[in-house]
């Protein structure tokens, strides 16, 4: 499998990270974001999660921190609309978007699925197509109940270590989520062994990602 690569070089250096709920970019992306740092010390991303209670929000926060820890400048959003209503309040969540736009111009766009079953995710990644027009976008997967999983095209392998530091991070960060059967070690575990299994991974391990437009 030919190998193109993001992370080094003359890579993306200014990042933005888009997620409806606090956990959403760590569950996504948050390995390609260790990565990401891990290999590029200058990198700068900005961290926009839209749904929070106050718990939640505290929650964000300090996960964000932690997952950015080492980036070369980072920035961290937190909105408090109420989740699941997100297409509901779609004036309040575009005027989020057209701010960020104002203060943000991206190299690289980690967003949502855009066919996720889930209406604040759709939501989000259907603002994020709205609102950058030019730019990198690639869509990541959040597992679920739905049974939305598709077939990503566009993957970031992961080393063995890079997995193990993205699950303690989530476990740790996010005690309110502690009691669903869903919030796992081996479900995400399982879904990276996945994609790293279909992207020959070295490690074997990976995360994958939708990648609708791309200039070569």
């Known amino acids: 499998m030919h ?7 003359s890579g ?5 990270a888009l ?15 260790l990565r990401l740092i891990a290999e590029r010390r200058d990198v700068e991303v900005t ?26 400048e980072k920035r961290v959003v937190v909105r408090s609309h109420r989740d699941g209503f997100l297409p509901y309040a779609g004036a309040a969540v575009k005027e989020d978007f ?35 027009r030019n730019h990198l976008i690639l869509e990541y997967e959040i597992p679920k109940y739905d049974g939305d999983f598709g077939s990503p095209g566009f993957f970031s392998p992961l080393s063995e270590a890079t997995l193990e530091k993205k699950i303690r991070l989530i476990l740790s960060a996010f005690p309110t989520q502690a009691g669903k059967s869903w919030f796992s070690e081996d479900l995400f575990r399982a879904v990276a062994r996945i994609r790293g299994m279909e992207c020959a991974a070295p490690d074997r391990f990976a995360e994958a990602f939708y990648c609708r437009k791309a200039v070569f």
């Open 19 to 33: 997620g409806a709920h606090s956990d959403d970019i760590e569950i996504g992306c948050g390995g390609t974001l």
């Open 3 to 9: 190998r193109l690569s993001l992370l080094e070089g």
């Open 98 to 132: 057209e701010q960020l736009k104002r203060e943000v111009s991206p190299d690289l766009i980690l967003t949502h699925y855009r066919e996720d079953r889930h209406q604040d995710h759709r939501t989000v990644s259907d603002l994020t197509w709205n609102t950058w």
């Open 47 to 72: 961290w926009a999660v839209f749904c929070s209670t106050p718990e939640r929000a505290r929650e964000a926060q300090a996960s964000a921190e932690a997952f950015l820890e080492g980036a070369g």
């Open 12 to 16: 993306p250096k200014r990042v933005l």
